[in-house]
Nanobody
């Protein structure tokens, strides 16, 4: 089992920045591909960004390219999401996800991930 605990959400004005953290435990972190998804009220959960086990490969949804950055610190068992130039449409619950199955790539589909955090709310006011 993998436990994921997100932190860092909050309320920010348009154009502001936030950094989310997701601390993992229960498995060797460097064996986990990681991702951030988000879900706005009344909408489906969508991929935001993902990172390979080594951190050498990343994927970003078009809506966040150039504004968000995913990174990981395998020594601290933590993945980060740095969000800049936030917009009201970024408002959502952000979920950290981990994939423990074999594979060194990045993955963008919900079904590719095995473990989920509880989510952290990000609200961007206009």
């Amino acid at each position: 089992q993998v436990q994921l605990v997100e932190s860092g959400g909050g309320l920010v004005h348009t154009g502001g920045s936030l950094r989310l953290s997701c601390a993992a435990s229960g498995r060797t972190f460097s064996n986990l591909a990681m991702a951030w998804f988000r879900q706005a009220p009344g909408k489906e959960r969508d991929i935001v960004t993902s990172i390979s086990r080594s951190g050498s490969s990343t994927y970003y949804a078009d809506s966040v390219k150039g504004r968000f950055t995913i990174s990981r610190d395998n020594a601290k068992n933590t993945v980060y999401l740095s969000m800049n130039d936030l917009k009201p449409e970024d408002t959502a619950v952000y979920y950290c996800a981990a994939r423990s199955r074999y594979g060194g790539m990045v993955y963008a589909e919900i079904l590719e991930y095995d473990y989920w955090g509880q989510g952290t709310q990000v609200t961007v006011s206009s």
